[in-house]
Structures are given as structure tokens and as C-alpha cells.
């Protein structure tokens, strides 16, 4: 069973449109990052939040963090071939245990020009 | 700044020959490591982790190991590989348990 679902698991989009991808969970998460991977390249952190309902802007990036931290969503306004990846969460803080990140399976986003 | 290190980029080994993946960590001290294998485009399938000298934890059963000789050093090894270890490899550390990971550009890993 994973723990963190993440939607969808494939995108292929138009540049110049707009995307949101998620990360679901029924577990409660004290932190939840968002990291972008290119190929041939590890995963680099975008962004992290901590708090339920917090939103963090990252140029063209908006992320949420559900009301009761069990949930989060990535949108990107305007994307550009740039943005091609593949997108991972990872949730910190499970209860079920503490001492490592859970990760989500990852949304592979392809943007064409 | 802290830098991550990992080589080599690429392997080709073939089935039963031994393995021996290095990586290292410069400007942090005490640094939590972990290990990761990745399937083609998806997730991250966490094989072991360190939060210290020689303290090691492995996450699933399989035909390889992890060494901490150093604060900053951290190694995966196999005896004999098998063809299912073909992968991408990364490493990556973080300041303590569930803060942000920093990885390296891993390895990949194919075995003939």
C-alpha cells in the first residue's frame, strides 16, 4: 500500500496551459516537499510546508498544503517546456515512523513546445 | 556550501561480479545518508539509510550492503550482483530525520 498517492501519474500538455498535480494521503504528515527530477539527474527540492492550509509561491509554482496535513497540490501556471520532469512528493513526520521521508510514486510531466 | 558527491555516473557489470558505490559529503558534519534505488521515470525505493558511524539501517532485504567508514562517507557494496540490480542509484543526505534531502546525480547501474 502506498502511503502517499500522488496524480497523475502521467501528463503530456500544450506550453502556455495550465497543471495541477496531487499528493494524497489518509495519514497525517508534519512536513510535505515537493522535490523535480530531470533525467539522468537526482531529485532537487522546490518546496517545503509545514503548515495546514499554508500556500507557497515559486514563480510560476503555486503548492498547498491541506487543511489537515494529509494532502498536497503542485500548480503551475503557464508551463513551459522547462518544466518537463518528473515530480515527486515525500512526506515527513508519519507516525508510523518518524525517522524517514515517505515518497509518492512521482507525476512525469512532459511540456511541449 | 555542502556538496554531494557520487561516481562513478555510469556501470556495466556483468551477473556475479562485485559492486562498490561511493559517495561523500563536504561543508556539513554528521549528516544523515541514505541510498535510494530508482526504477525507469517512477519513485524513490529507499535501500538503507545512516544516521552515524557505522550505524546502519536496511529498509528491504536483498543482495546488497551499506558501510559508514567515515562522517561523510558512505558506500554501497554487493558480493555478487544480480540482474535485478539494474537501476539508477542515488544518494542523498539531509541535516536530520524528514528535513529536505540534497542527492547526488547518481549511478547508473546495468548488468549484463
Known amino acids: 500500500t502506498q502511503l502517499l498517492e500522488q496524480s497523475p501519474q502521467f501528463l503530456s500538455i500544450q506550453e502556455g496551459e495550465n497543471l495541477t498535480v496531487y499528493c494524497n494521503s489518509s495519514?497525517?504528515?508534519?512536513?510535505l516537499q515537493w522535490y523535480r527530477q530531470e533525467p539522468g539527474e537526482g531529485p532537487v527540492l522546490l518546496v517545503t510546508?509545514?503548515?495546514g492550509g499554508e500556500v507557497k509561491k515559486l514563480k510560476r509554482l503555486t503548492f498547498q498544503f491541506g487543511d489537515a496535513r494529509k494532502d498536497s497540490s503542485l500548480h503551475i501556471t503557464a508551463a513551459q517546456p522547462g518544466d518537463t520532469g518528473l515530480y515527486l512528493c515525500?512526506?515527513?513526520?508519519?507516525?508510523?515512523?518518524?525517522?524517514?521521508?515517505?515518497w509518492g510514486l512521482g507525476t512525469s510531466l512532459a511540456v511541449n513546445p | 556550501s555542502q556538496t554531494i558527491h557520487q561516481w562513478p555516473a555510469t556501470l556495466v557489470q556483468p551477473v556475479g561480479s562485485p559492486l562498490s558505490l561511493e559517495c561523500t559529503v563536504e561543508?556539513?558534519?554528521?549528516?544523515?545518508l541514505y541510498w535510494y534505488r530508482q526504477a525507469a521515470g517512477r519513485g524513490l525505493q529507499l535501500l538503507f539509510y545512516?544516521?552515524?558511524?557505522?550505524?546502519i539501517s536496511s529498509e528491504v532485504p536483498q543482495n546488497l550492503s551499506a558501510s559508514r567508514p567515515q562522517d561523510r562517507q558512505f558506500i554501497l557494496s554487493s558480493k555478487k550482483l544480480l540482474l535485478s540490480d539494474s537501476g539508477f542509484y542515488l544518494c542523498?543526505?539531509?541535516?536530520?530525520?524528514?528535513?529536505?534531502?540534497?542527492f547526488g546525480d547518481g549511478t547508473r547501474l546495468s548488468i549484463l
Open positions: 515525500a512526506g515527513g513526520g508519519h507516525a508510523g515512523n518518524n525517522r524517514k521521508l515517505i
Open positions: 545512516s544516521v552515524g558511524i557505522g550505524q
Open positions: 542523498a543526505w539531509s541535516t536530520r530525520s524528514n528535513q529536505p534531502q540534497h
Open positions: 561543508g556539513t558534519s554528521n549528516p544523515n
Open positions: 510546508v509545514v503548515t
Open positions: 495519514s497525517v504528515f508534519s512536513s
